[in-house]
């Protein structure tokens, strides 16, 4: 998964550039990122920030506490849900927010599957 790849908000105002190999990609059913997405179960990559570039004319997602140590990171426009922040090195990126939804970003493990609807098995 060594690649540059692109994404951004529903409204494009908030883009972004991630370069070389995001890891880790996973399902997560825990309830702030069910709140977070909307869905049963939020996909994600993880990466070092440095790897991420936000070029969008709207300049950076705007962050809301979530935790103790996360911020999710959403267009302040239109609402998109584009990552999770951690207060360390690492962030993680809604794989919705990918312009291209490449066959490579497979999640690997589901967190917090026991959180998940009984109807719901990715």
């Known amino acids: 998964m060594d690649s540059t790849r692109t994404g951004g908000c529903l409204c494009g105002q908030i883009r972004y550039l991630v370069t070389g190999s995001p890891r880790d990609p996973h399902s997560c059913s825990c309830e702030q990122c069910r709140r977070h997405s909307g869905a049963p179960t939020q996909v994600w990559i993880e990466l070092d920030k440095a790897q991420l570039r ?17 911020c999710r990171a ?22 919705g927010s990918l312009d291209r939804l490449d066959d490579d970003v497979v ?6 599957a026991d959180q998940r609807p009984g109807w719901w098995n990715p």
């Open 107 to 112: 999640p690997l493990f589901h967190s917090f």
């Open 74 to 95: 959403f267009c302040p426009h239109c609402g998109s849900t584009l990552g999770a922040v951690d207060d360390g090195p690492t962030l993680a990126l809604a794989v």
């Open 54 to 70: 936000w070029t969008g004319p709207g300049g950076e997602p705007a962050l809301w506490r979530s935790s103790a140590t996360t």
